[in-house]
Every structure is written in C-alpha cells, then in structure tokens.
C-alpha cells in the first residue's frame, strides 16, 4: 500500500474524531471540569487561625466527609426536600395528565384548527421561567390582581395564594403552566407515529373513541410517558426560579426553601462554597439515583409485558 493510499486512509478514521473535538472539548470545560471542582471543594473546607486577619488566617485544608455529614444532618435542607417532594406530587401527575388529555384531543379526528391549537397549548414554554413566575406573581397579589378585583365586587371570598398550604398550587401552577406544552409535544408526536393500520383495524372491531385511546393510544406511547416523567421528575428535584421570583413578594418563601436555594444562599449568601459544593453533589446524586431506578422499574415492566 503506498503511503499515498495510507494516508488518506487514516484520514477517513479519524474524520469521526475531529468532528466530535469540539464538542469534547465544550463538554470537558464547561460540564466535566465544574462538576470536578465542584466535588474537589465538597472535600474541603476553611481553617481559620486567630482572628482570622491577616495573611495566611485563613487557610483552605483536606475536610474529608465533614461537609456531607453536615449536609445530611441539616434540618434546611432536609425540609426543603421535603416541600419539593410535596410541590412534585403536586405538579407531575397534574401536568403529564393534561399533556396526554391534550396530545389525545388533538390526535383525535374531530378537531378542528389543530395547529393553531397545538400552538396555544405549547406556547407557554416558549415563556422563560423567571418571566413566567414575575407574571403569576403579580396575578397572585391581591393590590394589583385582575381576580381579585372581580372577587371584590362579585362579594366573594379573596384566598391568599402566597401564604400557608395555597402557597403549593401557586408555584405548581407555574410549573403545570409553563411544562404541559412541552410534554404535550412529547407525546403527540407518539401518538403520529402510530400506523394508520391500527386505527382502521380498531374501528373495524367496533371500537369507540374512547376505548381506541385507552386500550390502543396509550399503551402505545408508554414510552413516552416514561420519558416525559423522567424529565418532570429532575425538574422538580432542580426546582429553583419559581420559588426564587416569588420570595420578594411574600414571607412564606424562604431563602432556603427547596434544596437548590439552600444551595445558592450558601454560596453566595453566607460565602461557605464548601458547603454548598457537598450540597450540591448530594442532589446531584439523589436525582441520579433517583432517575436511575425509575428507568431500571420502567425498563423491568416493559420486558415484562413483552415477554407476556
């Protein structure tokens, strides 16, 4: 083989290479390198000698698995774990419902304006976070609400959606309102994916609207359920900018109110990035836990019932 000939063949095996150089690299930088210094810093911690003025007061040195128990026995961050498992019961069964009420309405044949439709529905996504919850918020005011106004004069009761147990819906709420889209899309598009065949087999069978969505539709786009649910529940667990936009408009939001929170007032608030950094990979590693077993459960079942 000339060298002519080996040349370019070496060349055509490391094309695939080059391409993905860049996005290596992006990916090594700006998402393995900060996880790396991130769980470096959970492992350390300031040592302050004296007063802690002057040079060499303050010392970083090796913390060991301080940080993490301390994290693990933190009543903050605990509670705040728990008031995101109580926002998440709240949010993901009501959102992936109306997702897949809403991918069934418009794969159904008597819709009309589908795409306008379609489009209405998803848009919300379109909304960022923080705007979402800044709209919302001043919908929950009582001062400067439309709802409010109309439940004055109409003499009927004002709830308080930014105070105790209602303080729940309000945020779930931003959350159900701005992801249903998404998910929508998820599954509706599963659902055009279905052969035609199928339908026609249904309705030959005497199979009514409803029995076709529940006995053929649904079964059918289960993986994309998983999927939607998958992506719900790492949201939830991420829960930061609702809370976060909401906090100056009412006392009942905490600075440490879900676990990210408790993260960013750490860091930034009491200046304790050790802490923060042990914090963080905790949470990282529950929702990788977390996201992990649920696959394996959905996988399990799966091979399951094809194995029926």
Sequence with gaps: ??????????????APYTFLLPATLLFALFFALPIGYAV?????????SGLGLGSGARTEVWAGLENYTDALTDSELL?????????????????????????LMLDSERVRLAPYTRLAIFLPYAVPGVVAALL???LYLPDVSPFYFVLDKLGLPQPDLLDGGPLYLALSNIAVWGGTGFNMIVIYTSLRSIPAEVYEAAKLDGATPLQTALRIKIPMVAPSL????????????????????????????????????????????????YAAAAQATIIALATLLLSFGFLRAANRRQKQEAAR
């Design 1 to 14: 083989m000339s060298s002519t000939a080996r040349r370019r063949g070496y060349g055509v095996k490391a």
């Design 226 to 273: 998983v999927l939607t649910f998958f992506f719900s529940i790492i949201a939830t667990l991420q829960v930061f900018n609702e809370p976060t936009t909401l906090k100056p408009l009412t006392n009942s939001v905490s600075t440490t109110w879900s676990p990210l929170m408790k993260v960013y007032q750490d860091a930034f608030g009491n200046g304790d990035i």
């Design 79 to 103: 509670n705040g774990a728990l008031r995101v498992l109580g926002y998440g019961a709240i949010v993901v069964p009501v959102m992936l419902g109306l997702a897949l009420l809403f991918a």
């Design 136 to 138: 919302w918020g001043f």
């Design 40 to 48: 470096w810093l959970s492992f350390r911690k300031v040592r302050v």
